[in-house]
């Protein structure tokens, strides 16, 4: 089999996964006493019926762009960070206190400090987690759902005493001006962020593809012992791996507090870290299909708010359909026996068909 026949394979049963997810979801609407066709048309209109509607799945899908590409980038380089929802706070703090105790700065100079602040800030959180596993051998997946607990529980501490604006609970001050991010849409809450990811998604899969690093980030992932025998120190790879997703979960936060909220409002993120596991999984493990997945989970979301307003039906359905289409991605045999049973039983009508 060719690479090209094997990469058909692969999108067929992506396309399928999304068609039998789609489908059970169906089913569960009308078990549920709702029109499946009438869900699907609001969700459809809402997601991407008009431009506005295709200006706020865009804007839904920045914040899980980054954190899809901070989950594939560790997970190619053979480590599975869990934290990017504790990065994803970690960075929004930074970029808050960046931008507002930060002053007369020219505008765009604001934001490229705010930003770095996010990176670093969201990359130190990963790095530890990498660090924590090579140094001391602690499972990655346990320590980076610890943090996340860790982070954001803090950052709530320095929204609601240190950092709090008088007034309010949870939030911090407002960032300055000069920090704001250019709104392409502020009626849809879309900002320039959403070049910003896709740009960050186009660098890291030239990374991958074409430098050293990225060779030797995927060299440790695929096969960590062959990756030592040839001289890759696989340990400190995992290490940067992780800064670099971190710092990629930091900006995921820096969008929204410099893009939306213009400030750091405590619990502000609705799960975006875990979502972009789900968009990586959709993604299927190529960087730039991350482009597709984030826009197709963007969509559901916006899709999901026309839904709910509309024909009044729960957002929990769409975040449903979400986990069925992660459940026959993340279990390939699952769409692949029942691709088999559909493929046997069309060869045994044909051998009928002909018999007779």
């Known amino acids: 089999m060719n690479i090209t026949s094997e990469r058909l394979q692969t999108l067929f049963r ?20 709702y029109s499946p066709l009438s869900a699907y048309a609001a969700i459809f209109k809402g997601a991407i019926g008009s431009p506005g509607a295709i200006m706020t799945s865009l804007s839904q899908a920045t914040p899980i762009l980054f954190t899809g590409l901070a989950f594939l980038v560790a997970y190619k380089s053979g480590v599975l960070n869990i934290g990017a929802e504790g990065q994803l706070y970690a960075g929004a703090m930074a970029a808050a206190i960046a931008g507002a105790y930060l002053k007369g700065l020219p505008l765009w100079l604001h934001i490229i400090i705010s930003l770095l602040a996010a990176i670093v800030a969201g990359g130190i959180c990963g790095a530890i987690i990498g660090v924590l596993k090579v140094r001391f051998g602690a499972q990655e ?13 803090f950052t709530g501490y320095l929204a609601n005493f240190p950092l709090k604006d008088e007034g309010t609970i949870g939030q911090t001050i407002q960032i300055q001006s000069s920090s704001i991010l250019p709104a392409l849409s502020t009626r849809h809450q879309l900002t320039i962020a959403i070049f910003i990811a896709a740009i960050a998604i186009v660098l890291m899969n030239y990374v991958f593809k074409k430098t050293v690093l990225g060779y030797e980030m995927e060299a440790s992932g695929k096969n960590p012992r062959s990756a030592k025998t040839a001289g890759i120190n696989t340990g400190k790879i995992s290490i940067i791996a992780m800064f670099i997703s971190g710092g990629i979960a930091g900006l995921a ?6 893009g939306v ?7 502000f993120s609705s799960g975006y870290g875990f979502d972009g596991v789900a968009v990586a999984s959709l993604a299927g493990g190529n960087i730039l299909s991350l482009l597709l997945s984030g826009f197709f989970f963007g969509a559901l979301n916006a899709g999901a708010m026309t839904v709910n307003r509309v024909a009044k039906i729960p957002f929990d359905f769409v975040v449903v359909i979400q986990a069925l289409v992660i459940i026959f991605i993340a279990a390939p045999k ?3 026996n029942i691709i088999s049973r559909f493929k046997k039983n069309d060869t045994r009508r044909k051998k009928t068909w002909k018999t007779s």
Not at 18 to 27: D, R, S, T, V, Y
Not at 253 to 258: F, H, P, T
Not at 261 to 267: A, D, E, K, S
């Open 14 to 33: 992506l396309i399928f996964s999304l068609f039998l997810a789609l489908a059970i979801g169906g089913l569960l609407f009308l078990i549920s006493g």
């Open 253 to 258: 936060g820096a969008s929204i507090v410099l």
């Open 261 to 267: 909220n213009h400030r750091f409002i405590n619990g």
């Open 141 to 153: 997946v346990i320590t980076s759902i610890m943090m996340n607990t860790i982070i954001i529980n």
């Open 334 to 336: 699952i769409t692949q």
